[in-house]
């Protein structure tokens, strides 16, 4: 069950990180992997993650250390899948369901947006600085960049409810963020900040589950009921 839990958290980590969430159904013009590093979290084994990106399905690899996982996000079947690899399991949800929370981007409502203008080189590509201001004066420094797919999250209706307007830029002009920084009464974060960017064709198995994995979805569905007691 220790198992189990660590891998719900990936789950809740892939939910933090986004940073929009429109219906994953468009095809993306990139085809290749950016690595990402979370330096706020590397203690927990959460601290780097793979974004693979082919046409319009998505892979987000996470962790390591025996405690593996990857998330596929499949529009044409309208599915959101946990693999996790110790296990040889998966965990599938459909993106209509209500998977987040009803304070899923409680922090950010009503925050605005504001681009720079100035630019700057993550991982050997040009991006734009945005600020994003929220109500307690916390800021988001992003810099975001054009040509490398849209940074997405589940499509379901709860997380296009709860994203805050500049999230639904993100999707209608095709960003990617490449660094991630937030500011907290004066102390500056590092969220996330793309290490490595590879553009190449990826392995249709990529976005498979597995043959052989075993589907825990029941099992999901039990923790997301005990918890919302």
Known sequence: MKTVARISHYIILAAMITLSSATLSMAQDFEGIIQYK??????????????????????????????????????????????????????????????????????????????????????????EVWVVTAGDGDTLNMCMAQGLGTFMAPGNPMAKKHAPAWAHQIIADGYMPLEVIKTTGGEQQYVMQATKIEQKALDTDLFKIPEGYRDMSAMMEQMRNIKNR
């Open 38 to 127: 979370f330096p706020g979290m590397t203690g927990n084994g959460t601290g780097s993650m793979k974004y693979m990106i082919q046409d319009d399905k998505l892979r987000i690899q996470m962790g390591g250390n025996g405690l593996s996982a990857a998330m596929l996000y499949l529009p044409k079947e309208s599915s959101m899948v946990m693999l996790m690899d110790r296990m040889q399991s998966y965990m599938k949800m459909e993106l209509n369901q209500k998977t987040l929370p009803d304070d899923y981007n409680k922090e950010w409502k009503g925050s605005t947006m504001e681009k720079t203008g100035q630019t700057k080189t993550v991982a050997g590509h040009e991006c």
